[in-house]
């Protein structure tokens, strides 16, 4: 029936592309797979559950449907996407791809999925779609008909690692600019356009879920490509770009010269990044550069300030250090916005009560949304994490339907207060609660805990006075 059904891919509509969620902006994910499927003869149909309903005609149209996993959240919903589709149209051939894919194939295949992609996913995707299209992989030999990459039932594949020849990405299939996250700053609600200038990443955290299927290794975006993804999303109202590298500075001079490229013919665009404390450290001089050429804020993964957690999850920098990247980036007129891994199994309760502290200290507290102090650490299979002996005493099984392996800290109060945390942001977050009195409340709830004084509260600042931010608080 699949064989049949999977005829003339090409007609409109027959391929259809399903984001599940990509931290609120415009999803890279469908963006770039569209652009390459256009460019071969393909007219696809894009849904972004996170900001339109999941469409029941278009899914009972299509005969390849492909629902890009690059995290977590997005797996969980990729799950019911998945189970939405085989309820709508049993018959149509179901592809995941995206970081998650691969490290969780296995259970996927088991449930409701026929392949899975991991790696540079865009040129596997492509080819398994022509070949359906022409039906040479649904024969008696169609494990041995898979395009690299790509993995099967009973049919194990490395993630694809060599680099593309990009097509700039396909938005006009995608929810508008103005459904997804804004940048708030001096008051006022900016469209967002979001962009990669490179993928993968060439450091071994041992949490990132990156180095299982990258190992290392990173891919630059051509400047072009780059370029073109912008001018686009500058026509559709973008007024600043969010670079989602995981890590900008992983090619220094390649992204150096992007910005630079893009303010001289956009000057009035402001922009932000992610990038390692390390890096800001170790290119430190380009920041009063990056400052000049409308960057508002860098996002950098602290994760803690225990040197000892430090050094198990290989971030490469110390608590000192993260106070010498702060200095750097302040100096250039930049804002930073630190994340964490707020819970993790060697993270202690005077740990966590530091993190406050520091916070309050280095004047922080409106540059960290409070989801951020509940984030609990994920161990994926595949994770680093398991290759070391740190966290065989806090390990349970492997939660398959969660993707994800227990763990339990040695500390019950600690697990406790990661439900309540979580919970109490949650809550805050979705009754528009300040931020800042959720940092203060979480504080004053964990030194109580330990029996500490509650902290002097300071004046909150008005939204024009907040530092600039993305809308949609940052989690995996």
Same mark, same amino acid.
């Given at each position: 029936m699949k064989q049949a059904q999977a005829n003339n891919l090409r007609s409109p509509g027959a391929v259809l592309l399903i984001s599940c969620y990509e931290l609120g902006h415009q999803p890279m994910g469908v963006a770039m797979p569209l652009g390459f499927l256009e460019g071969a003869g393909f007219s696809p149909a894009a849904i972004d559950v996170s900001a339109e309903p999941l469409d029941a005609d278009k899914i009972s149209r299509a005969r390849f449907v492909g629902i890009a996993v690059p995290m977590h959240t997005a797996l969980r919903l990729g799950v019911y996407v998945v189970k939405r589709v085989r309820k709508l149209?049993?018959?149509?051939?179901?592809?995941l791809y995206g970081l998650y894919a691969g490290l969780n194939a296995d259970y996927l295949l088991d449930n409701g999925a026929d392949f899975c992609i991991a790696g540079e996913y865009e040129s596997p995707l492509l080819?398994?779609?022509?070949?359906?299209?022409?039906?040479?992989?649904?024969?008696?030999?169609?494990?041995?008909?898979?395009?690299?990459?790509?993995?099967?039932?009973?049919?194990?594949?490395?993630?694809?690692?060599?680099?593309?020849?990009? #097509?700039?990405? #396909?938005?006009?299939?995608?929810?508008?600019?103005? #459904?997804?996250?804004?940048?708030?700053?001096?008051?006022?609600?900016?469209?967002?356009?979001? =962009?990669?200038? #490179?993928?993968?990443?060439?450091?071994?955290?041992?949490?990132?879920?990156?180095?299982?299927?990258?190992?290392?290794?990173?891919?630059?975006?051509p400047q072009e490509t780059v370029l073109e993804d912008i001018r686009r999303q500058v026509q559709a109202g973008a007024t600043h770009i969010t670079f989602g590298d995981p890590d900008f500075l992983n090619g220094p001079t390649h992204?150096?010269?992007? =910005?630079?490229?893009?303010?001289?013919?956009?000057?009035?665009?402001?922009?932000d990044f992610t990038t390692k404390v390390e890096h800001i450290i170790k290119h430190s001089e380009m920041f009063p550069e990056f400052s000049k050429l409308g960057c508002l804020f860098t996002v950098s993964a602290v994760e803690s300030l225990s040197?000892?957690?430090?050094?198990?999850?290989?971030?490469?920098?110390?608590?000192?250090?993260?106070?010498?990247?702060?200095?750097?980036?302040?100096?250039?007129?930049?804002?930073?916005?630190?994340?964490?891994?707020?819970?993790t199994p060697w993270t202690s309760l005077h740990d966590y009560l530091e993190v406050f502290e520091f916070v309050s200290k280095h004047d922080l507290i409106d540059h960290v949304d409070p989801v951020q102090y509940a984030v609990r650490l994920l161990i994926p299979p595949g994770s680093h994490l398991l290759n070391g002996d740190a966290v065989k005493p806090h390990l349970g099984s492997l939660d398959q339907s969660a993707f994800s392996y227990h763990w339990s800290h040695?500390?019950?109060?600690?697990?406790?207060?990661?439900?309540?945390?979580?919970?109490?942001?949650?809550?805050?977050?979705?009754?528009?609660?300040?931020?800042?009195?959720?940092?203060?409340?979480?504080?004053?709830l964990t030194a109580s805990l330990r029996g500490s004084a509650p902290p002097e509260r300071r004046t909150f600042p008005t939204d024009s006075e907040r530092a600039p931010r993305l809308t949609e608080p940052w989690f995996c």
């Open positions: 149209n049993p018959e149509a051939i179901i592809c080819a398994l779609v022509e070949m359906i299209d022409k039906d040479e992989i649904f024969g008696s030999s169609e494990e041995s008909r898979l395009p690299n990459g790509v993995i099967g039932d009973g049919v194990k594949a490395r993630p694809f690692l060599k680099r593309l020849s990009f #097509s700039p990405p #396909s938005r006009a299939p995608l929810p508008a600019l103005n #459904s997804y996250a804004r940048l708030a700053h001096r008051g006022e609600r900016r469209l967002v356009g979001y =962009v990669e200038g #490179s993928r993968g990443c060439k450091y071994f955290c041992t949490h990132c879920p990156i180095p299982p299927v990258y190992d290392g290794r990173f891919f630059v975006v992204s150096l010269r992007l =910005v630079r490229a893009m303010h001289a013919e956009f000057p009035s665009l402001t922009f040197d000892h957690v430090l050094q198990l999850l290989e971030k490469n920098h110390t608590r000192r250090d993260v106070e010498e990247a702060i200095d750097i980036v302040r100096t250039a007129n930049i804002s930073l916005r630190p994340t964490w891994v707020a819970f040695p500390d019950p109060r600690m697990d406790e207060l990661h439900k309540t945390v979580g919970a109490l942001a949650e809550k805050n977050s979705q009754t528009g609660v300040d931020p800042c009195e959720t940092f203060y409340s979480v504080w004053e």
